[in-house]
């Protein structure tokens, strides 16, 4: 994760204003921003089936030292998320999928199917970065995934 850091660490201090830094989206590679974080993106590269889903978006989320996402449901069941808090400062970031509530860690994966009901809360004394991997679910077929459109 160290040479990751190098990267995401100038986003973290670079771009104040941002809250969103878009890496992939509908199996598109964001040209400007893979150029800013190319280990990233070449790392995600090799993971086909978040790098070609059509459905899903790549990005690292900025969480504000105080956020509260309120309780929703993703748009679809054909793709699954993956969770990877980078860095997060002494405060707790804490998902909720349907009944279920996980504190989660840094450099620790957790993924969720996002068509369950969810929320995120983030308490902390800096700025936290979290990288968002969305997927195709894994029961899709290949044909299936070919003919779905984008969302």
Same mark, same amino acid.
Not at 56 to 78: A, C, D, F, K, Q
Not at 88 to 111: H, M
């Given at each position: 994760?160290?040479?990751?850091?190098?990267?995401?660490?100038?986003?973290?201090?670079?771009?104040?204003?941002?809250?969103?830094? &878009?890496?992939?989206?509908?199996?598109?590679?964001?040209?400007?921003?893979?150029? &800013?974080?190319?280990?990233?993106?070449?790392?995600?590269?090799e993971f086909v089936s978040?790098?070609?889903?059509?459905?899903?978006?790549?990005?690292?989320?900025?969480? @504000?030292?105080?956020?509260?996402?309120?309780?929703?449901?993703?748009?679809?069941?054909?793709?699954?998320?993956?969770?990877? @808090?980078?860095?997060?400062?002494?405060?707790?970031?804490?998902v909720r999928v349907a009944? +279920?509530?996980? +504190?989660?860690?840094? #450099?620790?994966?957790?993924?969720?199917?996002?068509?369950? #009901?969810? #929320?995120?809360?983030?308490?902390?004394?800096?700025?936290?970065?979290?990288?968002?991997? #969305?997927?195709?679910?894994?029961?899709?077929?290949?044909?299936?995934?070919?003919?779905?459109?984008?969302?």
């Amino acid at each position: 994760f160290s040479v990751l850091y190098e990267e995401v660490g100038f986003l973290n201090s670079s771009n104040q204003e941002k809250s969103v830094w &878009m890496l992939y989206s509908n199996g598109k590679r964001d040209s400007y921003n893979c150029h &800013m974080t190319p280990k990233l993106c070449d790392l995600i590269a090799e993971f086909v089936s978040a790098a070609k889903c059509r459905r899903g978006e790549t990005r690292i989320l900025y969480l @504000p030292t105080s956020l509260h996402i309120p309780s929703h449901v993703g748009p679809t069941n054909t793709r699954l998320r993956a969770l990877l @808090p980078l860095k997060l400062s002494s405060g707790s970031l804490r998902v909720r999928v349907a009944q +279920e509530t996980k +504190e989660l860690q840094e #450099e620790k994966l957790f993924v969720i199917d996002d068509s369950f #009901e969810q #929320e995120v809360w983030y308490k902390g004394n800096k700025r936290g970065l979290l990288l968002i991997i #969305e997927f195709w679910h894994p029961d899709l077929s290949e044909t299936k995934r070919t003919t779905l459109s984008s969302l």
